[in-house]
């Protein structure tokens, strides 16, 4: 049985307060990417309460992806941004949620992502973080972007940290590991990184904006 939207606010607010879960609420929050970043970064900010996210990816649902995306076998083959629409929806029914299934580039980015207060980067690629971050800094200086880099292999996941770059751009990540230097991405480390990014999107809609 889905609940009432009245019980689902009581008990969000009872466990945030009223008035950072009325700023989660009123939230807008864009996800760059699906993967084990982003998928993991989407369901804490839907089970937090925050009240729209804008999921972005072209991919589908790949066997290789379900050792640390937040997929299930049945959704082999569905877009990555359907498919976690609809996980989305049952892990917090009253979230709204926009998709869209595109390669995010230069020429459509500032269309898709204008509605969004924070912009979270999720890429698997160095050149996609690039150009995202860039654009973001150029064309949305009064936007807040929080992003990743590195969180690969087996190091401690004390390493993975939170670093404040500018007023507006924050950056989550060991900084140095790479998934072509070793064994990749482990579901475990990737996790980190995508609830530090939660926790800082969290910190920054509730008005905390140190690192």
């Known amino acids: 049985m889905i609940p009432s939207k009245e019980a689902w606010d009581k008990v969000l607010r009872e466990r945030h307060g009223k008035e950072r879960q009325d700023k989660f609420e009123a939230a807008t929050v864009a996800v760059c990417g699906l993967g084990g970043l982003g998928?993991?970064?989407a369901i804490c900010l839907a089970r937090a309460g925050v009240g729209k996210l804008?999921?972005?990816d072209f991919d589908q649902v790949d066997i290789s992806n379900l050792h640390r995306q937040q997929y299930k076998v049945a959704q082999l083959g569905q877009y990555k941004t359907d498919a976690l629409r609809?996980?989305?929806?049952?892990i917090a029914p009253y979230v709204e949620?926009?998709?869209h299934q595109v390669l995010l580039k230069e020429d459509n980015a500032g269309e898709i992502l204008k509605e969004a207060d924070i912009i979270?980067?999720?890429f698997d690629q160095p050149e996609a973080k690039a150009m995202l971050?860039?654009?973001?800094?150029e064309k949305f200086p009064e936007k807040y972007l929080v992003a990743g880099s590195g969180m690969a292999g087996m190091k401690s996941g004390n390493l993975i940290q939170t670093k404040k770059i500018t007023d507006h751009f924050y950056l989550c990540g060991d900084l140095s590991s790479d998934i072509a230097d070793g064994m990749g991405l482990v579901s475990a480390r990737v996790m980190i990184c995508a609830a530090q990014e939660a926790l800082v999107v969290l910190r920054l809609l509730a008005g905390e904006k140190d690192s």
Not at 86 to 90: F, Q
Request: proline share 0%; with cysteine; aromatic share 0%.
């Open 39 to 41: 998928s993991n970064i």
């Open 54 to 56: 804008v999921l972005i």
């Open 86 to 90: 609809d996980n989305l929806k049952e």
């Open 97 to 99: 949620v926009k998709t």
């Open 120 to 122: 979270c980067e999720a």
């Open 133 to 137: 971050t860039n654009l973001v800094l």
